[in-house]
């Protein structure tokens, strides 16, 4: 599952929500799916007059097209541009403006698919054609008309966001504006029109330029997933590649919604101020227009074993970082709960092994930390450690502290103290993400998506309990092994860097 599933389990104790209240729990649970196949959770928590929505389409950057990265993520954002009755101020007219775009770049696609005999004089013309088609069409737009309208109506949290295995819209509503979400949320997946695409992409790119091209920690990132990975789509940043994004298409985008958002392939919570029946009511009214489709192909490509370490090695003046992964498997495997376990003695907060040794008492690290499942846990993936070295110590120093330390880890197995410790942390941390009806509606159709029931919320805790001192260290010395290992840093100069032998 996604890097935050630990921080859910760690907040299923605070609201009581251990596997002996299951039943107790359900009480305020009821659950629908239309003959689409779009499923509802509904959640009553009747403290406050308000409502929280969280719709959960599970695809992701993962199921991006090859040669069209980035689509899910531009998806997201053309899902904020409204309908044929919101954010427009002539619908007919629009429609035949944005047809007059695409019909514009599809000269000039036909034209450089000549390749080597492409009119580049031609080409330029239909780019100047082109952008007076675009800016036509943006005379029928009423900007972010459809969040203004939801604000004015006093909503809160308004957002959304593509992760590799997911694309989740939400936001939180008083409660007397329900029925205010139900035609609003439908509407953009019953009459998406895909308005501003290309206004939208120059957005996305800039978006790139920030988070990756200009960031230290971004650029050395997207190497040490590209390395890490070979085949999987998990080598592929979720924001897409350059290229690939300053050539999607609104066709692609279309496509794309037409096949991976089904209904059958949306879950939806509502947690709050809420009538259950009501929901249901609406739902249907709303929700049951939608048109049944068949769920999208489940993702063929499988990671081929790595044939032994990789490096990758970026260079920047900047601070030096350094990232190590080992290969894991996926959410699914009996052990996942003992990564998790792992990750807590290494890496929690001032406690863990990871700040002690290398933060505190040795100082060759500014920050040590470990995240037990990257990118996304759906599919094998891997167990990271982020280390910024302090000054005048090198990447190269930090990574051999870290090999010594998970040597002397695998060596002896935790104290019955430390896990103890560590499980009562399970119990007591992170509380917050679980104590909102947003964290709660997010929480849930997460599970659902990935698990098909949101009890298994509570049967991974109780999975948690069970790991063992043994189990600890019979996945280090599994895993953490240089075989499987990727490391990637970056230098203003390109050292070498030692590793475990």
Known sequence: MRVFRLGILLALTWLGLSAQDLREFEKKVTEFTLPNGLHFIVVERHDAPVVSFHTYVNAGSVDDPAGATGIAHMFEHMAFKGSDTIGTRDWPDERKALDAVEEAYDKIDAERNKGPKADQERIDVLQLQLKRAIDQAQVYVDPNEFARVIEQNGAVGLNAGTA???????????????????????????????????????????????????????????????????????????????????????????????????????????????????????????????????????????EPPQPGPKTAVVNSNTQPLLFIGYKRPDQYDPDDSVFDVIQMILSSGRTGLLYKEMVQEKRISLQAAAVATYPDGRYPNLFVFFVVPSLGHSVDENQKALDDLLVRFE??????????????????????????????????????????????????????????????????????????RTVAYTSPNLPSVGGRK
Do not use: C
């Not at 709050?272 to 192909?297: C, K, S, T």
């Open 164 to 302: 590799l295995g997911s694309t989740e819209y939400y936001y939180s509503l008083p409660s007397n504006r329900i029925e205010l979400w139900f035609l609003l949320e439908s509407q953009r997946f019953l009459h998406p029109v895909f308005r501003e695409f290309y206004k939208e992409r120059d957005v996305v790119m800039e978006e790139r330029r920030m988070r990756i091209e200009s960031s230290p920690q971004g650029k050395v990132l997207e190497d040490f997933l590209a390395t890490a990975f070979m085949a999987h789509p998990y080598r592929n940043p979720g924001v897409g590649w350059p290229s690939d994004i300053a050539s999607l298409r609104r066709s692609t985008a279309v496509d794309f919604f037409e096949k991976y958002y089904a209904p059958a392939n949306i879950n939806i919570a509502i947690v709050g101020d809420v009538n259950p029946a009501e929901a249901r009511r609406m739902a249907e009214r709303y929700f049951g227009p939608l048109p049944a489709r068949p769920l999208p192909p489940l993702l063929h490509t499988v």
């Open 411 to 484: 060596a002896k197995k935790v104290d019955d103290e430390t896990l103890a410790r560590e499980k009562t942390k399970v119990r007591a941390g992170l509380i917050r993400r679980l104590g909102s009806n947003a964290g709660l509606a997010s929480v849930m159709t997460t599970f659902y998506a990935s698990y098909g029931n949101w009890r298994k919320m509570f049967t991974s805790l109780d999975d948690l309990n069970k790991v063992t001192a043994a189990d600890v260290q019979r996945v280090a010395l599994k895993y953490f092994v240089p075989e499987s």
